[in-house]
């Protein structure tokens, strides 16, 4: 599909998934009225705050660590306010400009024709979470500063924000992704099929093993809780940029696991089965994703992979969800609390699975992708 083609679902695709956190932001007041909690119990309620809490324009206490007293205090207050409504406006701005560049590339390399219609879905609304991640992320210093005290332990802090985007933009994003691939189908239209490209099995199944083995690399030792305690603990520093181990372990572990010894054999196989299963989806994503290509670009891979993980950490977390007791104790919305977890890594292990798969794909000879590495 042509640029010109691939931007006006990219475009409409942005501009929703915008406008649904902006509203769900929005909506969050709404939580504080009274007679909620005829609607919601209290755990669901506050559940729900916390969910919509990094969209919402209505800042929480701000400035109480300031000066105190008269005309200062107000001041210092309208400063905090004012660098808040900044990183609110940088976090929308910048959800809008990822999710575009992605989607963009998406529907250009896998467009919704040819059988791809399904795989185009998954892999836009793999996305949505990650350009919500990229958003928090990038406007984090100037929500921490808004809080008055942004010069302590400011690692822990960024890490703290980067892990609240929430559920809130998995279900945005699925909604995203279903008008971004009925527009794609609308403007594909007219334009000449983009047949499927033919990869060597054994070539394939190489480089998904490849990628794959990356992604174990943080879901299977990194996350085991020895060592991901070791990677918070481990690393020192001073000043602004002190413990930095919260940080490194929001973009290095994909789950957190222990051995049997707590918990009864079979319980503890049941939990593993969630880490099996995405692993899986991963192989599977990585295995179809050079036919699914157009291009065998280095960002299609790279962007590609990166979806897959994001979809196997969705499926190993609704594994999870299928097996959680709790929602007699904490309510139904506490189910979904720790969907769209772990993107950080994901995107971090992502990326290092696409590329490892594509040098996978290059010794093994299964094409010429040498001139598509532009």
């Known amino acids: 599909m042509t640029y010109r083609r691939a931007v006006i679902p990219a475009l409409l695709g942005g501009l929703l998934l915008t406008l649904l956190l902006w509203w769900a932001g929005a909506s969050a007041q709404a939580l504080q009225l009274r007679g909620t909690t005829s609607v919601f119990d209290v755990q669901s309620a506050g559940e729900l705050r916390r969910w919509l809490a990094p969209w919402s324009y209505d800042p929480p206490a701000l400035g109480s660590d300031g000066p105190a007293g008269g005309e200062t205090s107000v001041s210092g207050g309208t400063q905090y306010a004012d660098l808040y409504s900044t990183a609110m406006q940088i976090r929308f701005v910048a959800v809008f400009v990822f999710f575009l560049a992605g989607a963009l590339l998406l529907v250009r390399r896998i467009p919704p024709t040819q059988g791809r219609t399904p795989a185009t879905l998954l892999a836009l609304w793999a996305w949505g979470p990650v350009a919500g991640t990229l958003a928090v992320t990038l406007s984090a210093p100037w929500l921490i500063a808004s809080r008055g005290h942004g010069s302590y332990r400011f690692l822990p802090q960024l890490a703290g924000v980067i892990a609240s985007s929430g559920p809130v933009t998995v279900f945005a994003a699925l909604l995203t992704a279903l008008l971004t ?3 794609a189908r609308v403007t594909a239209k007219g334009e000449d099929p983009m047949p499927r490209q033919s990869v060597p099995p054994r070539a394939a199944r190489l480089a998904a093993s490849v990628g794959t083995a990356v992604i174990a690399l943080s879901l299977v030792i990194l996350s085991y809780q020895s060592v991901s305690a070791w ?5 020192g520093g001073g000043g602004l940029l002190s413990e930095p181990g919260d940080l490194l372990r929001e973009w290095l572990v994909l789950g957190g696991w ?10 503890w196989l049941l939990y593993r089965a969630a880490d099996v299963l995405m692993l899986a989806v991963v192989w599977w994503g990585l295995r179809l994703l050079p036919g699914l290509l157009t291009r065998t670009t280095v960002p299609a891979m790279a962007i590609g992979a990166v979806c897959a993980t994001v979809l196997g950490l969705l499926a190993s977390q609704l594994l999870h969800m299928a097996m959680d007791d709790t929602v007699p104790v904490w309510g139904p919305v506490y189910l979904f609390s720790k969907l769209g977890d772990g993107v950080p890594a994901a995107l971090t292990f992502g990326v290092a699975a696409g590329m490892a798969a594509l040098a ?7 094409r010429d992708t040498g001139s598509s590495l532009q």
């Open 181 to 183: 691939v009925l527009v």
């Open 258 to 267: 222990t051995g049997p010894s707590a918990t009864p054999l079979g319980d």
């Open 360 to 366: 996978t794909l290059r010794l093994a000879g299964s």
């Open 231 to 235: 990677i918070q603990t481990s690393f």
